[in-house]
């Protein structure tokens, strides 16, 4: 696997709660994102970003914000978790040299409750 | 690692036949598309992609088709093995970015 970290691997919360989710890469990559997976759903873009504190919405980016402060971590939050937000996780990266092909994590599983 | 019990359409294959995995798109203006694999608790692999100009594309047992007309991609398996099992995304690259938006995906079961 590429040097891709997720931390925690799994995390149950409480309802209104915040959560911070964290990808951590080794692998000097540019580029860096956060999907969620979900049934009937497939992989979702959440946000990305393509470089140092320069970061974009994806498709269902509302109740999430994303921080980058350097280029190895890309930090995931949940401001105030809901249910509807129990799912699984995952950060992947991208050296921008080749468009496409995208490295993943192993994934988060997050429950709220 | 992390896996999604996922409600997907499946496609069983004996082992040692062909698989095609097939893909429906909606962004015209993808640059490119992409396939990639993710087996029960991994995160997805990349697989294969192929350029909007392009019709078809080989790779290691793998073969990608495009057609622009219909909005279609898919994926052939040579020869499916046991460890092509897994569920398979197609992506597609808009032009002029690097987010991938994903399909929603096929499971692939291997039969022996």
């Known amino acids: 696997d590429a040097g891709i970290t997720q931390s925690p691997r799994h995390k149950v919360t409480e309802t209104g709660t915040p959560v911070t989710l964290r990808c951590h890469q080794t692998?000097?990559?540019?580029?860096m994102y956060w999907y969620r997976q979900d049934p009937g759903h497939g992989l979702r873009l959440i946000h990305y970003s393509y470089g140092v504190k320069d970061t974009d919405k994806g498709e269902v980016s509302d109740g999430y914000s994303v921080s980058r402060s350097k280029t190895e971590d890309f930090l995931l939050t949940l401001e105030s978790a809901t249910s509807s937000q129990t799912s699984v996780y995952f950060c992947?990266?991208?050296?921008?040299?080749?468009?496409?092909?995208?490295?993943f994590g192993q994934g988060t599983r997050l429950t709220v409750v | 690692g992390e896996s999604v019990g996922l409600h997907l359409p499946t496609l069983s294959v004996q082992e040692g036949d062909n698989s095609i995995i097939n893909c429906a798109y909606s962004n015209s203006a993808s640059d490119y598309f992409i396939w990639y694999k993710q087996e029960s608790g991994k995160g997805p692999q990349f697989i294969i992609d192929i350029r909007s100009n392009m019709d078809k594309r080989q790779g290691q047992r793998v073969t990608v088709l495009l057609n622009k007309t219909v909005k279609h991609l898919s994926l052939q398996i040579a020869a499916t093995q046991p460890g092509d099992s897994a569920v398979y995304f197609c992506a597609e690259n808009p032009l002029g970015t690097y987010k991938y938006i994903f399909g929603t995906g096929t499971r692939l079961k291997v039969l022996a």
């Open positions: 692998e000097n990559h540019r580029y």
């Open positions: 992947a990266i991208s050296d921008g040299r080749s468009p496409t092909e995208a490295f």
